[in-house]
Nanobody
Framework: VQLQAFGGGLVQAGGSLRLSCAAS????????MAWFRQAPGKERVFVAA????????YYADSVKGRFTISRDTAKNTVYLQMTSLKPEDTAVYYC?????????????????WGQGTLVTVSS
């Protein structure tokens, strides 16, 4: 099982960035996929999740209306489109996988994790 997250970088406040997470077909199919983030000195927290079919999404209140999660089954990839970025969005972003419902926001609910990609939003 392998998840690889990429697309992070430095962006100014108000800007946009798109993260990608590539998975093996076995990892990706029939699984809910999610993004979490961890700011320096803080716990890892839920950002967004998408169900295996792509039609069900779930967001943390802090990113609703600004971030969009989606998945491309043909490419075994999940995306996180981030807009109107704020300095408080600065964190290492991780993709994660679980079987079952995407309406799970706890870290322990996910069984496989990517290595993380750093997003830095400057003010």
């Amino acid at each position: 099982v392998q998840l690889q997250a990429f697309g992070g970088g430095l962006v100014q406040a108000g800007g946009s960035l798109r993260l990608s997470c590539a998975a093996s077909r076995r990892t990706f199919s029939s699984a809910s996929m999610a993004w979490f983030r961890q700011a320096p000195g803080k716990e890892r927290v839920f950002v967004a999740a998408v169900g295996w079919g792509g039609g069900t999404t779930y967001y943390a209140d802090s990113v609703k209306g600004r971030f969009t999660i989606s998945r491309d089954t043909a490419k075994n990839t999940v995306y996180l489109q981030m807009t109107s970025l704020k300095p408080e969005d600065t964190a290492v972003y991780y993709c994660a996988r679980r079987t079952g419902s995407p309406y799970i926001s706890g870290v322990s609910g996910y069984d496989y994790w990517g290595q993380g990609t750093l997003v830095t939003v400057s003010s």
